[in-house]
């Protein structure tokens, strides 16, 4: 069992940056997969980011593409998402998940997921 926990969301403006963290805990994540969705209000969960358990390979939705940037720290069990030059369009409720298919961009090939953190980006 895999326990995660994200935090690092918030309210910032357009333009702004903000970095998001998802500390794992019941299993060590060094040989799993990890990727980020996020869903807004009324919307399907959609894919954010994903990489491998070696850290080499990196997944990016066209849309986050060259503003957003995955990383993870096996050692220290967590993964994080830093976010720049944020959009409106990048409001929602943003949710780590692990899973075993490096940079798959489905939620349904994720086993675990997190309780999701709030982002809302203001004009």
């Known amino acids: 069992q895999v326990q995660l926990v994200e935090s690092g969301g918030g309210l910032v403006q357009a333009g702004g940056s903000l970095r998001l963290s998802c500390a794992a805990s019941?299993?060590?994540?060094?040989?799993?997969?990890m990727g980020w969705f996020r869903q807004a209000p009324g919307k399907e969960r959609e894919f954010v980011t994903a990489?491998?358990?070696?850290?080499?390979?990196?997944y990016y939705a066209e849309s986050v593409q060259g503003r957003f940037t995955i990383s993870r720290e096996n050692a220290e069990n967590t993964v994080y998402l830093q976010m720049n030059s944020l959009k409106r369009e990048d409001t929602a409720v943003y949710y780590c998940a692990v899973g075993t298919i490096a940079g798959s961009r489905s939620q349904y090939e994720y086993d675990y997921w997190g309780q999701g953190t709030q982002v809302t980006v203001s004009s």
């Open positions: 990489i491998s358990w070696s850290g080499t390979r990196t």
């Open positions: 019941g299993r060590t994540l060094s040989r799993y997969a």
